[in-house]
């Protein structure tokens, strides 16, 4: 009974009764990775989740009073230019607080760092590393096009109608 507004990390594989608790606690918000719109990548990444959940965990949060912000990132080692347009259109398919589109980067001692040689070019260039610029280019695709891509999720995500009065 402190009274006071918090927000929060989690997953959308959380109890639903947890999440009312948390409301009842103060909880205004919750971040969440989403990563992916599209099922084959979420199972390649290993994120145990499924698109259905991720769908009921955003609706359930949203009824119950709690803002969604849903972390997704384009440019995984499987992604196509149709997957990528999958996350970008499954992130406008919910009623998300707010949605950031990172890019996939490969950090030092990781797994991706491991195989993502196998699945694109990968800078040589530890500066370049940011998740907010392509240090990693899946085959098939182009940094270009994740650029153009990153702009594009962002900008149809928050230029709609909805979100500008929000």
């Given at each position: 009974?402190?009274?006071?507004?918090?927000?929060?990390?989690?997953?959308?594989?959380?109890?639903?009764?947890?999440?009312?608790?948390?409301?009842?606690?103060?909880?205004?918000?919750?971040?969440?990775?989403?990563?992916?719109?599209?099922?084959?990548?979420?199972?390649?990444?290993?994120?145990?989740?499924?698109?259905?959940?991720?769908?009921?965990?955003?609706?359930?949060?949203?009824?119950?009073?709690?803002?969604?912000r849903?972390?997704?990132?384009?440019?995984?080692?499987?992604?196509?230019s149709?997957?990528?347009?999958?996350?970008?259109?499954?992130?406008?398919?919910?009623?998300?607080?707010?949605?950031?589109?990172?890019?996939?980067?490969?950090?030092?001692?990781?797994?991706?760092?491991?195989?993502?040689?196998?699945?694109?070019?990968?800078?040589?260039?530890?500066?370049?590393?940011?998740?907010?610029?392509?240090?990693?280019?899946?085959?098939?695709?182009?940094?270009?096009?994740?650029?153009?891509?990153?702009?594009?999720g962002?900008?149809?995500?928050?230029?709609?109608?909805?979100?500008?009065?929000?």
């Amino acid at each position: 009974k402190l009274n006071i507004d918090w927000v929060c990390s989690g997953r959308v594989d959380m109890n639903l009764n947890i999440l009312k608790k948390m409301k009842e606690a103060g909880c205004w918000q919750i971040c969440v990775g989403i990563e992916s719109g599209n099922q084959k990548v979420l199972d390649f990444i290993h994120k145990n989740i499924n698109l259905e959940k991720v769908r009921e965990f955003v609706v359930e949060a949203h009824k119950i009073g709690i803002k969604v912000r849903g972390f997704f990132i384009l440019g995984h080692p499987i992604d196509t230019s149709e997957t990528i347009n999958q996350t970008i259109n499954f992130a406008l398919s919910l009623p998300l607080y707010t949605a950031e589109f990172s890019l996939c980067t490969p950090f030092p001692h990781t797994e991706l760092s491991q195989i993502a040689n196998q699945y694109g070019i990968v800078s040589g260039n530890l500066a370049d590393y940011s998740t907010m610029s392509p240090s990693f280019v899946p085959k098939g695709l182009t940094a270009e096009y994740l650029i153009n891509k990153q702009k594009e999720g962002h900008r149809n995500f928050y230029f709609r109608p909805n979100k500008i009065l929000e």
